[in-house]
Nanobody, 123 residues
Framework: QVQLVESGGGLVQPGGSQRLSCAAS????????MGWFRQAPGKEREFVAA????????YYADSMKGRFTISRDNAKNTVHLQMNSLKPEDTAVYYC????????????????WGQGTQVTVSS
């Protein structure tokens, strides 16, 4: 069993940056690929980024590529999402999850979801 807790959300101005963190319980964190999703009001949850268990491989949704960076610190059981050049359309609840199939962007291939952290991009 893995428990995930996201943090770092808040209000940020357009063009600004925000760094999200996801803390994982359990000793086997370094065995899992991880991912971030987001859900905007009235929309379905969408894939954002994922990272392999070693931190050596990543992939992103096209709309986030070049603006968002996913990373992990296995010594601290933490995965991060650095978000730059934020836009109002990035406003959403951001979730981290365990990636059961590296390479997938499908919600069904992720489990042990966190409770989410709200990011609001507004002036």
């Amino acid at each position: 069993q893995v428990q995930l807790v996201e943090s770092g959300g808040g209000l940020v101005q357009p063009g600004g940056s925000q760094r999200l963190s996801c803390a994982a319980s359990g000793r086997t964190f370094s065995s899992y690929a991880m991912g971030w999703f987001r859900q905007a009001p009235g929309k379905e949850r969408e894939f954002v980024a994922a990272i392999n268990q070693y931190g050596t491989g990543t992939y992103y949704a096209d709309s986030m590529k070049g603006r968002f960076t996913i990373s992990r610190d296995n010594a601290k059981n933490t995965v991060h999402l650095q978000m730059n050049s934020l836009k109002p359309e990035d406003t959403a609840v951001y979730y981290c999850a365990v990636n059961r199939l590296y390479g997938s962007r499908s919600e069904g291939d992720y489990n042990y979801w966190g409770q989410g952290t709200q990011v609001t991009v507004s002036s």
